[in-house]
C-alpha cells in the first residue's frame, strides 16, 4: 500500500494540501430523484467547514491556501476537494462553471470530486477529463460504501453494486482521471465476509485509490435513531484495526490509501467514542499494530 500523503511527497516533492470545498451542491438520494432522506448514516453539514455558510469557491480557496501557507512553510500546492453532497449532481455548465474556478488557480494542481456512481453521465466524465491536460491530479471519488445488495438497501444508499462498477469502467476509459472509493467498515448487517468481498472488488477494478472509514454514528441521522433504539451495535477499536489489516493485505499493494479512518467531533459524534476527532491518531496507531502483529504471524509460521 501507498500513502496518500506519501505518493504527493515522491511525486512533486513536498507537502500537497487538500482543500475542501462546498460548492453548494445537494444529492439525488435527498432531494427525491433517488429517494428522500439520504443514507441512514448521513450527516453531509458534518463533511465541510464551509457547510451552510455563504462564502463562495474563490472565497474558500483563497481563505483555505491563506491559512495554510502560514502554516506549512513548504506547501507545493493545493487539491481542490469538492466534498459536500454529490459533487458531480448539476448540469455540465453548471459543473464547468464551478470547476473552472478552482482550476485556475496555478496553485492548485488538481481536483478530488466526491460523488455518487449514479451522478456520472458521460458529457460529466468528459468535462473532467478535460481539466486532466492541465493539471496532473484529478480524482473522481465514488461512494461505494459495502458490495452487500442488502446493506446498501437497508442503508437507503439508492444505488447498488452495479452502478459502481459501471462508473469505475466507465471513468477510466479516460485514464487520466484517478479513482478513489469509499468504503465503510461496520455498517448493520455487515459481516467480516462482506468487508472481505467489497475490498476484493475494489481490488478486482481499475481503481487507484481507496479511503476506509469505521462507521461511526452522529447526531440528526436516521441511524443515530437506529443506534439508540438498540437495533445495532458499534465496533471496539481493535476489531476495526484487525479488520482494516486484512483488508489492506486482500488490496493490490500499490493502491494508493487515502485515508484509514472517519471521524466526528465529540459534539457531533454518538458512538463509538473512538471515532472523535481528538482520537484519530489512536486509530491510526492501532492500525499499524494490527498490520505489525498480522507481519509477526506471518514470519512465524515461515519459519
Ligand atoms: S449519497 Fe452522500 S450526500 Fe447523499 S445522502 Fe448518501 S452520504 Fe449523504
Redesign the pocket.
Given at each position: 500500500m501507498i500513502k496518500f500523503n506519501q505518493y504527493l511527497k515522491d511525486k512533486y516533492g513536498g507537502r500537497i494540501q487538500k482543500i475542501s470545498i462546498d460548492a453548494g451542491f445537494t444529492?439525488?438520494?435527498?432531494d427525491g430523484n433517488v429517494a428522500f432522506g439520504?443514507?441512514t448514516?448521513?450527516n453531509?453539514t458534518s463533511f465541510s467547514p464551509y457547510a451552510m455558510t455563504r462564502q463562495t469557491v474563490e472565497e474558500q480557496i483563497e481563505k483555505s491556501i491563506d491559512f495554510y501557507s502560514k502554516r506549512f512553510k513548504k506547501i507545493k500546492g493545493y487539491i481542490a476537494y469538492f466534498q459536500a453532497?454529490?459533487n458531480t449532481y448539476a448540469p455540465v455548465e453548471k459543473l464547468k462553471e464551478i470547476y473552472d474556478k478552482a482550476m485556475e488557480y496555478p496553485e492548485i494542481i488538481g481536483m478530488s470530486i466526491g460523488t455518487?456512481p449514479d451522478v456520472v453521465p458521460e458529457p460529466v466524465l468528459d468535462l473532467i477529463a478535460t481539466y486532466t491536460v492541465e493539471k496532473p491530479e484529478i480524482w473522481l471519488e465514488y461512494?461505494l460504501q459495502t458490495a452487500n445488495i442488502k446493506t446498501l438497501r437497508n442503508i437507503n444508499?439508492?444505488h447498488g453494486v452495479s452502478e459502481f462498477v459501471d462508473a469505475v469502467l466507465r471513468t477510466k476509459k479516460r485514464p487520466g482521471i484517478k479513482v478513489c472509493a469509499h468504503m465503510i467498515v461496520g455498517l448493520p448487517g455487515d459481516e467480516y465476509e462482506d468487508y472481505i468481498e467489497t475490498a476484493k472488488l475494489i481490488a478486482a477494478l481499475p481503481i487507484d485509490g481507496i479511503k476506509i472509514h469505521p462507521l461511526h454514528v452522529v447526531k440528526h441521522t436516521v441511524m443515530a435513531k437506529q443506534y439508540a433504539n438498540g437495533e445495532f451495535g458499534v465496533l471496539e477499536l481493535e476489531e476495526y484495526a484487525k479488520i482494516v489489516a486484512d483488508i489492506l493485505e486482500v488490496l493490490p499493494e500499490d493502491i494508493i490509501v487515502q485515508r484509514l479512518t472517519g471521524e466526528a467531533t465529540e459534539e457531533e459524534l454518538i458512538a463509538p467514542e473512538w471515532c472523535s476527532s481528538k482520537r484519530k491518531m489512536d486509530v491510526l496507531k492501532a492500525i499499524d499494530e494490527a498490520v505489525r502483529r498480522k507481519q509477526e504471524e506471518k514470519n512465524l509460521l515461515r519459519i
Open positions: 444529492c439525488p438520494n435527498r439520504g443514507c448514516f448521513c453531509n453532497f454529490s455518487r461512494g444508499r439508492g
